[in-house]
C-alpha cells in the first residue's frame, strides 16, 4: 500500500537553513503536503505542492517535488526557535475518491539558540 | 470563524467504559474523518465519511464506531476502550474537491 517515509529528528541552530525530506510511494497523488504540529496544537497546514509542479516557495518555505524519486523537501529558511515542532509530510490517496491522507511519521525540529 | 471543534480535549477513562468523542465542523464540508497519532507512526485514518449516512472504514478502524447522521458531525464512538487505544485523536473535514483538510484541536484520550 501507500507509505510515507521521513527522518525523525532534525536539530538546527537559529538562523541556519533546514531541509526536512520525505519520500513517498503513491505516484498518483494529486497533492502533497507539509503541516506543521506545535506542542500540545492541531495540525496547521503550512503549504501545499500540485504533483505536477517541481517547486513552490512561500516566504521562508521553499518545497522541491522530484517526481521521479517521488522525493518531496521542505526548507525553512533563517530557522527561528518558534519553528521548533513536529513537520508532517502527508500525499493525498489518488487511487480513490476518498480525499485521505497519507501521513509520514513526522519529524521533530529542534532549534539551538 | 470557520473551524473544526471537537470535545473533549482531554479524557482518562477506564477499559471497557463507552465513550463518545464529538467532531463538529461549520463550514458545510461534504468529507470528514478521524485519526490517530501515536509516536513514531504519524496520523493514521480510523474512519471517514463522505456525506451523510456514507462512512467506511479507514486503515485502523478496529474498536472503533462512527455515525454521520449529519452534515456537521462526526462522532467517534468506542463501545469498549482498551488501554492500546491511548492516543491523540484528530478528526478533519474536507470539501469535496478541495485541497486543503482542516483539523481539530485534536483529543488525547488515556484509558487505564
Known amino acids: 500500500g501507500e507509505d510515507v517515509e521521513q527522518s525523525l529528528f532534525l536539530s538546527v541552530r537559529e538562523g541556519d537553513s533546514s531541509v526536512i525530506n520525505c519520500t513517498y510511494t503513491d505516484s498518483s497523488s494529486t497533492y502533497l503536503y507539509w503541516y506543521k504540529q506545535e506542542p500540545g496544537a492541531g495540525l496547521q497546514l503550512l503549504t501545499y505542492i500540485f504533483s505536477n509542479m517541481d517547486m513552490k516557495q512561500d516566504q521562508r518555505l521553499t518545497v522541491l517535488l522530484n517526481k521521479k524519486d517521488k522525493h518531496l523537501s521542505l526548507r525553512i529558511a533563517d530557522t527561528q526557535t518558534g519553528d521548533s515542532a513536529i513537520y508532517f509530510c502527508a500525499e493525498s490517496e489518488g487511487s480513490s475518491n476518498t480525499g485521505k491522507l497519507i501521513f509520514g511519521q513526522g519529524t521533530t525540529l529542534q532549534v539551538k539558540p | ?112
Not at chain 2, 3 to 10: L, S
Not at chain 2, 88 to 102: H, I, K, N, P, V
Open chain 2, 1 to 112: 470563524e470557520a473551524q473544526v471543534t471537537q470535545n473533549p480535549r482531554y479524557l482518562i477513562t477506564v477499559t471497557g467504559k463507552k465513550l463518545t468523542v464529538t467532531c463538529s465542523q461549520n463550514m458545510n464540508h461534504e468529507y470528514m474523518s478521524w485519526y490517530r497519532q501515536d509516536p513514531g507512526l504519524g496520523l493514521r485514518q480510523i474512519y471517514y465519511s463522505m456525506n451523510v449516512e456514507v462512512t467506511d472504514k479507514g486503515d485502523v478502524p478496529e474498536g472503533y464506531k462512527v455515525s454521520r447522521k449529519e452534515k456537521r458531525n462526526f462522532p467517534l464512538i468506542l463501545e469498549s476502550p482498551s488501554p492500546n487505544q491511548t492516543s491523540l485523536y484528530f478528526c478533519a473535514s474536507r470539501l469535496q474537491g478541495g485541497t486543503e483538510a482542516f483539523f481539530g484541536q485534536g483529543t488525547r484520550l488515556t484509558v487505564v
